[in-house]
T-cell receptor
Framework: SQKIEQNSEALNIQEGKTATLTCNYT??????LQWYRQDPGRGPVFLLL?????KEKRKERLKVTFDTTLKQSLFHITASQPADSATYLC???????????FGKGTKLSVKP | GAVVSQHPSWVICKSGTSVKIECRSL??????MFWYRQFPKQSLMLMAT?????????EQGVEKDKFLINHASLTLSTLTVTSAHPEDSSFYIC???????????FGPGTRLTVL
């Protein structure tokens, strides 16, 4: 069956360092993958979308890679700040209407 | 990005009552909206896909007679939880796909607590 795993439930890092979050999937060939940020009690906020023919995408301090051979996406936040503390969700498109399947998320804590 | 609102943001109800949650697209017409549910420390799970003017498509294991979805206009989809039970307590979130893109934008969510 299809499976999405975000291998770290929680990640603690020091301010200024680069945070790297991992998303692995199996039995699946998504056309694109998205990363979202979710704060407690709030809906997810879209961050980046990367397609299967794209290796890397950047937006300000964020960088996403997509390796369809390894079936893995990496999400990086450089020069991390305490305000980056949140849960980050990986989501893969499934179905013709754009339905998303989500990972459980990684809770990132950036300490000052 | 697209702006999606939900109402109410939270609701507490008694077991056996019905609760309606509204999802509005504020800046463009959404022919398709999605309803998700999220239990504490769990991932978002798709419940159903709501299509304007037609019946919703429910995911396996989601009771369509219990979770009534109506998408009567291009800017409004509603989810009604009928005969709610404590196990229905959860965070319900709707989303839409911005026109011409593959990006899905989410509402702020509705916290339902059934006593």
């Amino acid at each position: 069956s299809q499976k999405i795993e975000q291998n770290s439930e929680a990640l603690n890092i020091q301010e200024g360092k680069t945070a790297t979050l991992t998303c692995n999937y199996t039995n699946y060939s998504p056309a694109y993958l998205q990363w979202y940020r979710q704060d407690p009690g709030r809906g997810p906020v879209f961050l980046l979308l990367i397609r299967e023919n794209e290796k890397e995408k950047r937006k300000e301090r964020l960088k996403v890679t997509f390796d369809t051979t390894l079936k893995q996406s990496l999400f990086h936040i450089t020069a991390s700040q305490p305000a980056d503390s949140a849960t980050y969700l990986c989501a893969l498109v499934h179905g013709s209407q754009g339905n998303l399947i989500f990972g459980k998320g990684t809770k990132l804590s950036v300490k000052p | 990005g697209a702006v999606v609102s939900q109402h109410p943001s939270w609701v507490i109800c008694k077991s056996g009552t019905s609760v309606k949650i509204e999802c509005r697209s504020l800046d463009f017409q959404a022919t398709t909206m999605f309803w998700y549910r999220q239990f504490p420390k769990q991932s978002l799970m798709l419940m159903a896909t709501s299509n304007e003017g037609s019946k919703a498509t429910y995911e396996q294991g989601v009771e369509k007679d219990k979770f009534l979805i109506n998408h009567a206009s291009l800017t409004l989809s509603t989810l009604t939880v009928t005969s709610a039970h404590p196990e229905d307590s959860s965070f319900y979130i709707c989303s839409e796909i911005a026109g011409g893109t593959d990006t899905q934008y989410f509402g702020p969510g509705t916290r339902l607590t059934v006593l």
